[in-house]
């Protein structure tokens, strides 16, 4: 599957955006998503993730309650609504899929996209 994430940009503190990922490919609905960011200077992180239904999700402690991930099967699409954003949201954002193995760690993803920027002004 090959992944293509948009919507970063430049917004001030307390703003919002919507990063959105497309998946090319038919069999996007069997795969677990995931957001990733990677900061200047600092290691790639996880943010959130989601499994194949989107019934259930998982955030980063420094995110939960601000950013919301979801998906979207039939547009073969995920996004990550992130809200009330923090200078230190600043980062390249990824979005990722995986066929198993736990949310949080990179290596169990198999597939990722570009990465989009996000910079959030003080």
């Known amino acids: 599957v090959q992944l293509q994430a948009s919507g970063g940009g430049l917004v001030q503190a307390g703003g919002s955006l919507r990063l959105s990922c497309a998946a090319s490919?038919?069999?996007?609905?069997?795969?677990?998503m995931g957001w990733f960011r990677q900061a200047p200077g600092k290691e790639r992180d996880f943010v959130a993730a989601?499994?194949?239904?989107?019934?259930?999700?998982y955030y980063a402690d420094s995110v939960k309650g601000r950013f919301t991930i979801s998906r979207d099967n039939a547009k073969n699409a995920v996004y990550l609504q992130m809200n009330s954003l923090l200078p230190e949201d600043t980062a390249v954002y990824y979005c990722?899929?995986?066929?198993?193995?736990?949310?949080?760690?990179?290596?169990?993803?198999?597939?990722w996209g570009q990465g989009t920027q996000v910079t959030v002004s003080s």
């Open positions: 990722a899929a995986r066929t198993g193995g736990t949310y949080q760690y990179q290596h169990n993803y198999n597939y």
């Open positions: 490919g038919r069999t996007f609905s069997s795969y677990a």
């Open positions: 989601l499994g194949w239904s989107g019934a259930i999700t």
